[in-house]
């Protein structure tokens, strides 16, 4: 139903988010969808860039008095530092000797991959599309999804779990602060554990002196989903399909797990599959779990 | 290869073209970009609307050192008369005294269908992205795949050969004025006839006397097209197909034919197909065709 | 919602239609399918290939008990000459000597393009896929759209308007009479204007004498379609652009109109477009046209 | 370039695999497609249900003389048991009382999920669609690809890393031997490591005894991919997710990792990131890498 793409450089005057399919009707709260672009800025132990940035969102179609009006959506994402880039990355001929090379492509980033494909001299390009910059624009679309699927009752959030070899301690209590951890005006980890949270803080630290990295987990949970989205019916409609394929395709995602996917791989069934129940008037549907696992 | 999309109202603040998949390393001549821009506004007896609009590619992404770099193209074409619209037209709530409302519909338009499928209680939102000037965007989109057709040696060229009763006298003759046509720096009609233009030009002259309007036919021909493009394999790889599909979705298109498809439904088989021959010179295949019906 | 996809060769072992999205729960009258079948066959003029053929639907998946269960329909339409060709076009290697080549492209077919595009020596391969018999597999997934529709109180009829030089006498009286023309036992030219259609045979049987042949226009009728499907929000999305594209995909169409949309370029607006007006209790909505044109 | 699709219930008459987009000429080695689906009906501890099986890849298209000619494949794989399941599930209405109803929906299965969105009374239907078996049609249309890929050099390959908490002891080792198992006649448990394939089968031994499952790791090893396919450009259209979608679209998977990814995610980057080199005689590109996690 939905068709989103994005388009725009790292420091190029703008990114462009398009979102084409949102029913007419929708009221759009500029004020939410910038409000997730700041959150998206938030974090520990991230580069300089973030301050510059304060990401708004400049609706440019399909937004009328308030409201979507069933034409594509167009969201302009202003780059606060264009001013210092547009002699380095002029959309014109420009001068040559103000290009900014990069000569030496990063290992974990598609520079080389990219420079070898378009058979670009060096990466500056890769970078500036590659770039986890683009990620703005799918969060002001994502933000306009999450504004369309409220109005069904259904809440999309987010949170750390693991950074580097610190876990949080039980997922199921994190889910019930989630939605809390969503609502801070300070973000520190947005991990719903706070004991979790300090540790991980610590891990980020530790790297940050000697001048590394670390990875880490992040859980979407998704309250109120009726059953039935997607199907099996064939192999490009299928709901873990569809999840696994846009969440891989952040930059910096190397694997996707359905619930507790990861560890069921190394599990017996019986300690995996999520019980069937039936009880009337249990809600929505009288089926119940006794687990989550998938 | 290609993803085109557009996006934006006629009287919103800007109109949006995305297209995705060009390669790297394309020329992006600019002055072409908007000579087709301003081509499209030419024409003999439109509105007072196209005084207003002088429309100039404004490109956000995509375009870097005056070369495609592989990523999506953004261009953006502001209305120069948002100014006036800001306050009918607003994204935020604004005030609704201010709305313009639409409340007759307009037969020939997507009006009355549009507020009924997207239940509004007028029809202005209609009016506003089913307008012709989306096609502004699209000849954005089209002048950049024409720059990327130059380059493979394809012309894509279009002339007006009918104006209500009045034809060109001979489709084969116009064919060899077609390029010169349309390079002039003054356009009256887009008509490779001359005297079939200043007829057209006097049909127009007409209808425009008793504030009636008039139909036409403009046709499309591309120089040096290799055999093969599309596929047979699939109804949806057709290239026929494909072409009809692109060429009806315009705002005023109601028919579409394929060379002389529409003489040729009245006519035996031995007067429409194109007998094939070979000579071996003759370039690029040896394959010859005494006419040029399909 | 739909997709479809067909496969095979004209003289292969069996066409196979696949049809994914239709919901479950829809009754599927076998009858109705091979009836439609049954109409593709007929007409009158054609060659003998169509004795051979009386295709029947034989469903391998997505219909159980009668009705369709939400999978992905597959149909085969087996062809009742495959055992002379099996020699002549095997899947496997096979005796080369067998082959049947088609050393003359023919024109007006894809033959010359096909065998360019692939590389082939000669066209056999091309007019086998190319071949107007693929499109009994697009009957039987109509079959099973009409079906769909027909819960929906939507009918799609079809019938010949013109043949070579011979017309209906009125279009409008010709409505009146499809469906009544649809449901005929013995098909001669699928005319709703007997003496058109008497007309119509003598202009086959003359270029039939003279071993040429004919075109023929024909023109689609849906009662009770809603307003509002397909949207002008995209340019492909709009429902004229998705039936011109799907039409055009047929073998033998080489233009499409939408409503009497060639007429209407030789016209003024004024005699054109169809006038919109309001009575309360005119189904379903209430707005009524004089005419219809569009 | 390549669509795909598959249709066909577990117990139904047959699959049908269609392909749609391969290049003509690709010479179709008919004993590589069947020892493919062989491979898929082996393994350890698995249901009886493989041995009714031994599925025969039965061409309808796209092949002839032992070559792809450009047109869509259907392959049909009949299911040898579809005369002890026609009364049970036949096309047509057939008698009620023979229906083998799926009253207790599975956990882990589509069951419950699709009963629901499909509003099925039982989950009979659901079953047939979302088994495993439709997999064969998969790994037909797998198999297709690997001629293909073939052809430019490229080889793709998999074994089994991990059951249960027994795990390979070294990948590198392992991917020196995945062509060599994948060459067996005889399979255990497709793991290029000796010891833990013994392991395995203990774990899958124990589970059986106590009528217990266990989950597992397969890996897909790529050989002579040549850098660049996909692309940063666009979200749908980066390798990663297209990967990440249509492995988690198999039946059982529910996680996936490019590479390395799950351990990174709790790494630091300096033990992540696959330093780059550069040997001018390194083929193909002159860049070298001392890991290989990404």
Known sequence: MLRYFTSGESHGEALVAFLSGLPAGLAVDQEFVDRELWRRQQGYGRGGRMKIERDTAHILSGVRHGKTIGSPIAIMLQNRDWQNWKEALPVETGDPEKHKRVASPRPGHADLAG???????????????????????RVAIGALAKLFLRELGIEVLSHVIAVGATSIADREIAWERVEEVSRKDEILLSCADPDAEQRMKEEVDKVLRTGDSVGGVFEVVAHNVPPGLGTYAQWDERLDSLLAGAVMSLQAVKAVEIGSGIQAAHSPGSAVHDEIGYRKESLPTGFTRTRNNA
Chains 1, 2, 3, 4 share one sequence.
């Open 115 to 137: 420079a070898l494909k378009y058979d670009f001299p060096e990466a500056r390009y890769v970078l500036e599309r590659a770039s986890a910059r683009e990620s703005a624009a």
